[in-house]
């Protein structure tokens, strides 16, 4: 399995911005997906997850109601659209594959990761 995230880049705060994630190599649409960012000196944190056919979405606290997950199967693509960006929503965002059909909470969860991509929100 292959994942390629890319959409990140320098903003100011209030901004938006929508990450993509393209997977290859293995059957998508019958896994959840999930995006985690990792800031400099802390743990990869949990971002929001779908389940694999959309129907189903969770939020970290700190995102909801900014940040929208979703997925099109028939391009192998999930989708991080991000609005009223702050600047401790800096970071590197990783996608990654379930090991399941929800996804979770957990790195743990997830069995395979995009190299991230960079998103720097500026004051």
């Known amino acids: 399995v292959q994942l390629q995230a890319s959409g990140g880049g320098l903003v100011q705060a209030g901004a938006s911005l929508r990450l993509s994630c393209v997977a290859s190599?293995?059957?998508?649409?019958?896994?959840?997906m999930g995006w985690f960012r990792q800031a400099p000196g802390k743990e990869r944190e949990f971002v929001a997850c779908i389940s694999y056919n959309g129907g189903s979405t969770y939020y970290a606290d700190s995102v909801k109601g900014r940040f929208t997950i979703s997925r099109d199967n028939a391009k192998n693509t999930v989708y991080l659209e991000m609005n009223s960006l702050k600047p401790e929503d800096t970071a590197v965002y990783y996608c990654a594959v379930a090991t399941g059909v929800v996804g979770g909470t957990s790195p743990r969860q997830y069995g395979f990761w995009g190299q991230g991509t960079q998103v720097t929100v500026s004051s």
């Open positions: 190599g293995r059957t998508f649409s019958s896994y959840a």
